[in-house]
Nanobody, 111 residues
Framework: VQLVESGGGLVQPGGSLRLSCAASGFTFRNYVMSWHRQAPGKGREWVSS???????NYADSVKGRFIISRDNAKNTVYLYMNSLKPEDTAIYYC??????WGQGTQVTVSS
């Protein structure tokens, strides 16, 4: 099993980013995929999940600003992040049910 995140970077407050997580080694469409993040000095927190059928859930802190989606044909899950705030600064991790994690991608929101 391998999960590889990409798309992080430095963005100004109010800006947008799209994170991607490419999955391999398992039947992607059967697994719940989620995004988590860990800010400096804080514990890892759940951000959003998407089921194989497309149902989604979001943490209150990102609801209305972030959108999770998946492409089962490409074995990829995305996180569209809009109206970014400095408090969104964190390492963002992709996770599959079965407790497989990616290596993380850094998102920094700063002017």
């Amino acid at each position: 099993v391998q999960l590889v995140e990409s798309g992080g970077g430095l963005v100004q407050p109010g800006g947008s980013l799209r994170l991607s997580c490419a999955a391999s080694g398992f039947t992607f469409r059967n697994y719940v995929m989620s995004w988590h993040r860990q800010a400096p000095g804080k514990g890892r927190e759940w951000v959003s999940s998407i089921f194989g059928d497309g149902r989604t859930n979001y943490a209150d802190s990102v609801k209305g600003r972030f959108i999770i989606s998946r492409d089962n044909a490409k074995n990829t899950v995305y996180l569209y992040m809009n109206s970014l705030k400095p408090e969104d600064t964190a390492i963002y991790y992709c996770k599959s049910s079965g407790d497989y994690w990616g290596q993380g991608t850094q998102v920094t929101v700063s002017s």
